[in-house]
């Protein structure tokens, strides 16, 4: 019978896999956590110092399958020549999200400095200001829940409640650590959070959160697609233990953060890490290049039947189209970022067939990603005088997918379904993405031209 994977079947082997004292909460239990945060605090020369309490979010599943592993699990790093495989030792506790008592006594905690977050962009919740979406039923809901003492359902509102606790508790500042691909993330997330605290009459609270607590800026950048049954049998393989949850990632990874830590924080420049004064550069970089890369090839991809990104750039017309679009993003970049050696460095990771980074998944929250991901290179090039046509293709190939209705999923469904039974739903889509698109006419009449060709 073959042994499942944990610190204390190490343990009968003679292996001592020791679990550091939780000092860091991590909101968002999933693959990309686990191959990013995680492998860098696992990687960091103090490790042995830096434990993570990780929360899931809507789905409890990543908690039951580490909890009998006592959050080790394999990582499976893979590209051309092969996998290779490292046990992560880094989340020692796994838990369900829901359980917002365990939440709110590590946050009341004086020995947790660290609070990071993965949980997509859409997850937040907040408007293109920062502020909560007042009009979303959870964050309604979590408002009467914070007022009332009990418990939230959204991840803001779960940080807000513990935040009010160690508040309370005088446990002194922390760090929040957003890690999702939104511009400006920290300060986006510092807005957002104060302004749920007030909503939900917790002034005290929310000045404390404006006053003290620390919110750091980061870019974040490693291709994690969804693990396969397949996976779980190649981990068996490598490490003679059965792993109801290994990760699957490619080689190269990056993390680019800007901000203060009060409580201290984990030596992750020693695993390789960026601590950067100005941050913004590298977000357009990875936002543009490779994100945007990715949507672009997502849904001109889908359109064509390929269903994964390495089967996509394969086709010459699309990888020319992704260069043209990288073409006009680097006129909008600054010196001084490698540029010519990142795009070449995409290239190859999305090549990388070993790699199923799947479209339809990418695709998914299209209205969240295209307003940072494609809508920002296009203004900028009609801005410039240009016709941003690379740029536009990308919109087009979502507009098909949207009036068809064969987008992947998208929180924004009811805004897209309004906007499909508009006099001029091509506009009024337009519009949803960003109100600037919809009054440029000519992006408009080139969006237009399109959509009837494609019909």
Not at 175 to 185: G, R
């Amino acid at each position: 019978m073959t042994d499942r994977l944990s610190r204390s079947v190490l343990a009968e082997q003679g292996v001592a896999v020791q679990a550091p004292p939780v000092r860091i909460v991590h909101l968002g239990l999933g693959a990309f956590h686990r191959a990013h945060q995680a492998w860098y605090t696992a990687n960091a020369d103090d490790a042995a110092e830096w434990g993570i309490a990780a929360f899931t979010g809507r789905s409890p599943a990543a908690a039951e399958e580490l909890q009998p592993q006592d959050g080790l699990y394999t990582l499976i790093v893979r590209d051309g020549e092969g996998d290779r495989v490292e046990l992560v030792p880094s989340i020692v506790e796994a838990v369900s999200g829901d359980d917002v008592g365990r939440l709110i006594a590590l946050l009341s905690a004086p020995a947790t400095a660290i609070v990071t977050i993965t949980i997509t962009e859409p997850g937040y919740r907040l408007r293109a200001d920062g502020s909560p979406d007042v009009d979303d039923a959870l964050v309604a809901a979590d408002i009467e829940a914070l007022r009332d003492g009990g418990a939230p359902s959204t991840t803001l509102g779960r940080l807000v409640a513990g935040l009010d606790a160690r508040r309370a508790a005088g446990a002194g500042p922390l760090a929040i650590v957003p890690c999702d691909n939104m511009p400006d993330n920290g300060p986006l997330v510092a807005s957002g959070t104060a302004a749920l605290a007030d909503l939900a009459g917790l002034t005290e609270t929310a000045a404390w959160i404006r006053e003290e607590i620390a919110f750091v800026s980061t870019s974040v950048d490693r291709i994690t697609p969804r693990s396969t049954p397949e996976d779980a049998e190649t981990a068996l393989q490598l490490t003679g233990f059965a792993d109801a949850s290994p990760v699957v990632t490619e080689p190269f990874r990056d993390w680019v953060l800007q901000g203060s830590f009060p409580g201290g924080r984990p030596a992750w420049e020693t695993a390789g890490a960026r601590l950067v004064d100005d941050i913004e550069p590298f977000e357009r970089r990875k936002l543009w290049l490779l994100n945007g890369a990715h949507s672009l090839l997502a849904y001109e991809g889908l359109a064509r039947g390929y269903a994964t990104v390495a089967a996509a750039v394969a086709d010459p017309e699309l990888r020319d189209a992704v260069t043209g679009f990288w073409d006009e993003a680097v006129r909008h970049l600054p010196e001084g970022l490698d540029l010519e050696a990142y795009r070449a460095a995409l290239l190859d990771r999305f090549d990388n067939a070993r790699i199923e980074h799947r479209l339809a998944q990418i695709g998914m929250e299209g209205v969240a990603k295209l307003r940072v991901r494609i809508a920002p290179v296009l203004l900028a090039e009609r801005a410039a005088g240009r016709s941003g046509d690379a740029s536009l293709r990308a919109l087009v190939a979502w507009l098909g997918l949207v009036l068809t209705d064969s987008a992947p999923a998208d929180a924004a469904a009811a805004e897209l379904a309004a906007a499909r039974g508009a006099d001029d739903p091509i506009r009024a889509l337009l519009d949803v993405v960003d109100p600037g698109l919809a009054v440029d006419p000519t992006v408009l009449a080139a969006a237009h031209r399109a959509a009837l060709a494609a019909a």
